[in-house]
């Protein structure tokens, strides 16, 4: 049970973290953060570093679809475009990683924003549909731009190196992907404390009726997609770093439902929804692959099923969180944080 | 310019545009009827060219009766789908809809990789082969022949809708849903007709596909381009999937064999860009007013 949390300000009551509790739990958060590399071995740093990028890229996606409203299937090619700009720079100038990071947010933003210029026009599904094409156009040109993206043979990056330590490897690279994306991930959420953030869920709640309330559509949906296709391009030059090398084939269509599967896995329009989803669904294969080791020995041929089996369990999950938990692992997490705070009165 | 091969590859179009029409008319009812834009129409394609597969070359069985399973084992996968997974989400937000579709096509992958194999595979011939001319234009038979039933196919389909009882239903239940309910009309009956009829249509389309290309567990692609074939042609609008179809179809030959293999598609969604920009309600389609 929740007592004793009375707010004396408005500002008070709309902060990110209102009670003391939530505090300390957060701090717990963040030291288990910076403790975790010294327990874990590379295969689970290095899968940590994923999630990382994975919610990076799947809370760009949730701002966009889960709180403006806009469905997009275009936040993996996205993602090759902040890839391809990190993997230009570092290959024709000699730029420290933090500028090309931010580089390549920069030009995913403005390739965002024309992506995003069907919006002032279409809506809802049609959108959808738009931005794949956008994203079919963006991955010809990822295969087809030879002087730039070196087709399908693809480019090489080297590791980021900053004040003498290279970042080449799972248990250095999380010094650098893991603050960061806690950075994004509360910038994210504060988000939604301003007059912008609020701007995009009347968007979302009703397009027609925020817009009589006096909030410029074509400018916040624009917004919506620049801010979307920032955190894409971010996630994206952590994965060029990451992997050392891309070439088109890293940013398929199926990414982009990937990261779509994520949001609503984990709960549209909420940021932890993002984070839940990022991390179950990174971690769904992991566990498929540690099934199909266990099969191993029974079964005939069972890494052959692996692939297969993770495009069904990718769809079966999308179908049944629709069907069953349309509000996502998040909505279960307030389900058991509710039984907390009820918990002598109600059970 | 040779005109005689631009003839040709045009014809070739065409051929290639009438599939794309056929699934076209399957999207379309399933459109009209329960508003529901189904991405998972090329896997469902997929999916009946690969049980005419397996019944024709796993079982062994004779090629009329393989393709008969295979048609009534394609509106059963629509029937099933309807039934389980879209009835459900009745009146909910068309876009969650959408993407449980997105997820249904990529469990009928899946299902098709773990049985058959991730593989592409060849099917059992059943169109003749003789060369066909037209006038000195040269046709590939097996398109010529797809072109034929697929042209056929719709015929039997618009007179269909236009004169049979369940047709008639149909296309009311399109119009005005509780206007038809009141009428006497089972409407949830109609639901199930038209995803059935949708999966069947798509089958057949797979059946047709299959035996020029090929099938393989990436043949659901197929169905983004019939996608921009609705889209362009009006999302309710028979007619409008016949013209865009043949119309993408034939630009679409035109530009894999003038500018080369990799424009095809960018050529697609190009037009699929320009179309939602300037008509989103697209050729031939009801332009949506929205109430408040």
């Known amino acids: 049970m929740r007592i004793g949390s009375p707010k004396e300000t408005y500002a008070a009551d709309e902060s990110l973290f209102r009670t003391r509790t939530q505090w300390v739990w957060f701090g717990i958060l963040l030291l288990s953060l910076v403790l975790y590399p010294f327990m874990a071995n590379l295969y689970w740093l290095y899968l940590v570093c994923l999630i990382c990028i994975n919610i990076i890229s799947a809370t760009g996606l949730n701002i966009l679809t889960g709180y403006t409203g806009q469905v997009s299937l275009g936040q993996a090619a996205f993602m090759g475009v902040g890839a391809y700009t990190v993997a230009w720079l570092d290959n024709n100038a000699s730029t420290p990683f933090i500028m090309n990071l931010l580089a390549a947010g920069a030009v995913t933003t403005v390739v965002g924003i024309i992506a995003g210029l069907p919006s002032l026009r279409v809506k809802g599904l049609y959108l959808a549909i738009a931005t794949i094409a956008a994203s079919f156009i963006l991955q010809f040109i990822f295969i087809n731009w030879e002087s730039v993206t070196r087709g399908t043979r693809g480019i090489n990056i080297e590791p980021p190196t900053l004040f003498g330590v290279e970042f080449d490897n799972p248990d250095t690279f999380y010094w650098l992907v893991v603050p960061v994306t806690v950075v994004m991930l509360i910038l994210a959420a504060n988000l939604f404390r301003t007059r912008v953030g609020r701007a995009f869920i009347a968007i979302r709640d009703r397009d027609i009726s925020a817009s009589v309330l006096g909030i410029n559509l074509p400018l916040y949906k624009l917004m919506s997609f620049a801010i979307a296709s920032f955190y894409a391009g971010i996630a994206g030059g952590f994965y060029a770093y990451f992997y050392g090398s891309i070439n088109p084939e890293s940013f398929p269509l199926l990414l982009s439902i990937f990261f779509l599967a994520a949001i609503i896995v984990g709960g549209l329009g909420t940021i932890l929804g993002s984070i839940l989803g990022a991390v179950f669904m990174t971690l769904t294969p992991e566990l498929l692959r540690y099934g199909v080791d266990v099969l191993e020995p029974f079964v005939h041929d069972a890494s052959a099923l692996l692939s297969p089996v993770r495009t069904m369990v990718f769809g079966l999950l999308i179908v049944g969180f629709l069907l069953f938990e349309p509000h996502g692992l998040a909505e279960i997490w307030r389900r058991i944080r509710r039984f907390f705070h009820l918990w002598p009165f109600r059970n | ?266 050529v697609t969604f190009i037009i699929l860009m320009v179309v939602l920009l300037l008509r989103p309600w697209g050729l031939f389609g009801t332009r949506e007013i929205e109430r408040l």
């Open chain 2, 1 to 266: 310019m040779d005109w005689l091969f631009f003839f040709e590859v045009s014809l070739a179009g065409l051929g290639f545009g009438a599939l794309y029409a056929l699934t076209g008319v399957a999207f379309v009812v399933i459109y009209k009827a329960t508003r529901v834009i189904n991405l998972a129409m090329g896997e469902m394609l997929m999916f009946g060219a690969y049980l005419f597969f397996g019944f024709a070359a796993g079982f062994m069985l004779p090629v009329w009766l393989a393709i008969v399973l295979a048609l009534a084992g394609g509106a059963l996968l629509g029937l099933t789908l309807e039934r389980l997974v879209i009835r459900p989400l009745l009146g909910e937000n068309p876009i969650s809809v959408f993407m449980v579709t997105i997820g249904l096509a990529s469990v009928l992958v899946g299902l098709v990789e773990i049985i058959w194999t991730a593989a592409p595979r060849s099917l059992p011939g059943f169109l003749p082969d003789d060369p066909i001319f037209i006038g000195d234009a040269f046709v590939a038979p097996k398109t010529f022949w797809s072109f034929i039933i697929a042209g056929v196919v719709i015929a039997v389909f618009l007179v269909l809708f236009r004169f049979w009882r369940g047709g008639v239903a149909l296309r009311a239940t399109a119009s005005d849903q509780g206007a038809a309910y009141a009428m006497g009309i089972n409407v949830p009956a109609v639901y199930s007709l038209s995803w059935g009829l949708a999966g069947m249509l798509a089958a057949g389309a797979g059946l047709l596909l299959g035996s020029i290309a090929g099938i393989s567990s990436e043949m659901g692609f197929f169905g983004l381009t019939v996608l921009v074939v609705v889209i362009v042609g009006g999302l309710d609008s028979v007619l409008g999937a016949l013209v865009a179809g043949l119309l993408i179809g034939w630009i679409e030959s035109l530009a894999g064999v003038y500018l080369g293999g990799e424009y095809e598609h960018l």
